[in-house]
C-alpha cells in the first residue's frame, strides 16, 4: 500500500475498524514508514485532547430531550380529518388523472383479445380473470 492509502485508513486504524489483514498492512508499513508513524502520532495525540475536553451538560438534559422525543398525540378527530382528506386526495386524483390523459385505443389494437391473451393463466377467482370475465361480458352487449 502507498502513503496517502495508509494514512486515509489510519483513524479507522486507531477505532480497531479494519479487517485483520488490512490492519495488518498498515502496522507493518507504519514500522517501516517515518511519515505514517508522525500522522498516526498526530491522531493519536488529537484523540487524546479530544477526549480530555469537558462539555457542560445542564442537569435537566435527560427530561429536555425526553420531552422533544416523545410521539406528540393527535385528537381522533385529527386522525379521522387526516384519513378524509388522503381519500379525497386519491379519489379526486384518479378522477381528474382520468380526464385529463383519455388515450383512445388505435384501430390495430383489439382491445378483447390482447387482454384476454395477456389474462389467461390468471387462476380463478384473481384480478385478472375477473378482467377478463368483465370484458367478455362488455363484448357480448350486457
Same mark, same amino acid.
Given at each position: 500500500?502507498?502513503?496517502? %492509502? ?7 486504524? #486507531? =477505532? ?15 514500522? /517501516? ?12 495525540? #488529537?484523540? %487524546? ?10 442537569? =435537566? ?27 379525497? +386526495?386519491?379519489?379526486?386524483?384518479? /378522477? !381528474? +388523472? ?26 380463478? +377467482? ?5 378482467? !377478463?370475465?368483465?370484458?367478455?361480458? %362488455?363484448?357480448? +352487449?350486457?
Amino acid at each position: 500500500m502507498t502513503c496517502p %492509502e495508509i494514512q486515509d485508513r489510519l483513524s479507522a486504524y #486507531l =477505532d480497531g475498524e479494519l479487517a485483520p489483514e488490512v490492519r495488518l498492512q498498515v502496522a507493518e508499513h507504519i514500522q /517501516t514508514c517515518a511519515a505514517c508513524r508522525v500522522e498516526l502520532t498526530l491522531l493519536v495525540r #488529537l484523540e %487524546e485532547a479530544l477526549g480530555a475536553l469537558k462539555a457542560p451538560v445542564s442537569l =435537566d438534559l435527560t427530561e429536555r430531550v425526553l420531552v422533544r422525543l416523545s410521539p406528540q398525540r393527535r385528537s381522533s378527530w385529527q386522525n379521522l380529518a387526516l384519513a378524509a382528506s388522503l381519500v379525497i +386526495g386519491i379519489l379526486l386524483g384518479g /378522477t !381528474v +388523472g382520468r380526464a385529463l390523459y383519455i388515450q383512445p385505443v388505435p384501430r390495430w389494437f383489439d382491445a378483447e383479445i390482447a387482454s384476454l391473451e395477456a389474462f389467461q393463466d390468471f387462476p380463478e +377467482g384473481s384480478l385478472g380473470s375477473l378482467v !377478463v370475465s368483465y370484458q367478455a361480458e %362488455e363484448g357480448n +352487449g350486457a
